[in-house]
């Protein structure tokens, strides 16, 4: 399960500020508070040259999975693989199978997948995602090369090694 993945705003302005700003506040280490969750659909989220989720424009808006059983799965720290430092493009992949609970009604199509900071939306009744930073943060998020039906008994699982963030 392949995505085109891409940083939010939020994640590109914090790593900035740190950067170059040495403002450590700006952005504390999520370690191992990082969950993986699941959409159905993204708007303004795309550089304007098609599909390929890229990029934000307007207000981004992500809408999470909804099929029973659906919750945000937390990968730790320790469940992570960075490539060397001396690799041209950077990347992260996870060690583990990330198995979400079989779905217990309610079909969706899953489009994307992201990495937040919270383990649930953080507006109670809503299923946006804010990528700007008012909490809850997303820091990545990208489309599966091939969307996925959740239909009732179904489990959604991303292999070892199928969920890559990269960084060039």
């Known amino acids: 399960m392949a995505t085109t993945n891409a940083a939010t705003s939020f994640l590109e302005n914090r790593l900035l500020s740190l950067i170059f700003k040495n403002n450590a506040a700006s952005f504390s280490s999520p370690g191992n508070n990082l969950y993986v ?12 040259t098609g599909t ?9 808006s992500i809408t999470e999975a909804t099929f029973g059983a659906y919750e945000r799965k937390q990968v730790t720290a320790a469940n992570w693989t ?12 996870n060690t583990n199978d990330i198995d979400f ?12 997948v ?13 299923t946006t995602l804010d990528t700007l930073g008012s909490g809850g943060n997303v820091l990545f998020i990208g489309e599966l090369d091939v969307h996925k039906t959740i ?17 060039k």
């Not at 969750?37 to 304007?48: H, K, Y």
């Not at 609970?101 to 309610?106: K, V």
């Open 101 to 112: 609970a079989a779905s217990t009604g309610t079909d969706n199509t899953i489009t994307h």
């Open 151 to 167: 239909q009732t008994g179904d489990i959604f699982r991303i292999n070892q090694g199928n969920l890559s963030i990269e960084l």
């Open 37 to 48: 969750g699941l959409a159905t659909a993204v708007s303004n989220f795309n550089d304007g």
């Open 114 to 126: 992201f990495i937040a900071t919270v383990a649930g939306s953080t507006t109670s009744g809503t």
């Open 82 to 93: 960075l490539t060397a430092d001396t690799a041209d493009t950077q990347t992260c992949t």
């Open 52 to 60: 390929t989720s890229t990029g934000e424009s307007g207000t981004p």
